[in-house]
């Protein structure tokens, strides 16, 4: 007991800090919940893919607005309910398509995309209704300017959205920011600016208290719980048709070689308009993964109960029968996680627990038998 309860209060004291290695562990793990569930095919959205067969039929990219026009008609004509660019559109054609891109927009609800950037000072980006309740300005992810695109685009679309992710530490986008702040205005992202259009509303809301932002809500929606910084989680169980479908929301997006990046997420490299699919489907059918503000809490207790179980464990039963135990505890710990999410959707760590038992039993059991 002398050298295992000063591990435990070493371990606490590591998960409180949390440091690279143990946040970059409680992500890999999050990882196995959010892909556990075997991925389904969305009935609302199917996806327009720009590819390299595309390209060779229309012409290297970007392509006149003339040729997008004619994809908006085409995308009507296949019963889309709904088109919605991950392409950003921030210069006149210099072709002069942007009219008859406009003219096709307005034949169908069109939404477009936009970027918060720190590489510019422009703040003039388009009016978008937003209530908001506590210092939501003081918690938001803040940019300098943000890229809107040409105004005859902006003033046809039917609502436009930032699609700024936030990466992890380790690289995946796992969660993204339903409002980014720019100056004192607020951008909704696109999956919810696509969410209010649809729905016909005139504005969003966004909830903060001291500790941070709390919730966004489309007034036609439920609350979509946030972390303190606005983001939310992904949950990646679904796949979508690579081919528009009647009656469905299409986002269309650029998968030719070399010309959108693929971007790390816990279902492999995907391309832009993939997530913000993605992120619009777990909006609509409100499926996002939550982490409560208690797990921190249940975390440190968990590791604590654990380890002063497994710290007397060691003291009294036979060495067989703590091993025994070490591996009855990190199943019941890991099986309550993965319960948790799979019926309530919460986010709840089990992998540092799990760590912390199995190194004060490994070092208790070690110190046993060199005692012995």
Known sequence: ??????????????????????????LKYFDALLTIKEPVESQNISLYNIDEAALAEGGQWPWPRQ?????????????????????????ADRFGGDAEFAES??????????????????????????????????????????????????EAAAGT?????????????????????????????????????????????VKASESGIQAVRVPSFSNIETDRVGRVWIDWATTFSPEPVADTIVFVGVTAAGVSPLVPTPRGQLFP??????????????????????????EILAILLLGLCMALAVTRLPVMGVQAGILIICALTASASVWGYLSLGILVDAAFPVLSSLTIGGVGVGQRMISE
Do not use: C
């Not at 908006?72 to 210069?91: C, H, I, K, T």
């Not at 909006?283 to 409560?292: F, Q, W, Y």
């Open 161 to 205: 959205g930032v699609v700024n992710t936030a990466p992890e530490v380790d690289g995946l986008v796992r969660r993204i920011p339903m409002v980014v702040a720019v100056g004192e205005a607020l951008y909704p992202a696109l999956g919810l600016d696509v969410l209010r259009g649809l729905a016909g509303d005139p504005s969003y809301q």
């Open 1 to 26: 007991m002398k050298i295992l309860l000063p591990l435990l209060l070493a371990l606490l004291l590591l998960r409180v800090l949390d440091p690279f290695p143990v946040e970059t562990l409680r």
């Open 67 to 91: 040729q997008l026009a004619a994809l908006n008609r085409q995308l009507l004509d296949a019963g889309a309910a709904a088109v919605v660019y991950s392409v950003l559109f921030p210069e």
């Open 105 to 154: 927009m307005a034949r169908m609800p069109t939404f477009l995309s936009a970027v918060a950037t720190t590489d510019t000072d422009r703040q003039d980006g388009w009016d978008i209704g937003v209530a908001t309740m506590g210092p939501v300005l003081e918690h938001a992810f803040s940019y300098s300017g943000i890229l809107p695109n040409v105004d005859v685009l902006q």
């Open 273 to 298: 308009h993939q997530i913000q699919a993605t992120l619009f489907e777990t909006l609509l059918a409100g499926t996002s993964p939550v982490r409560p503000d208690w797990a921190l809490g249940a």
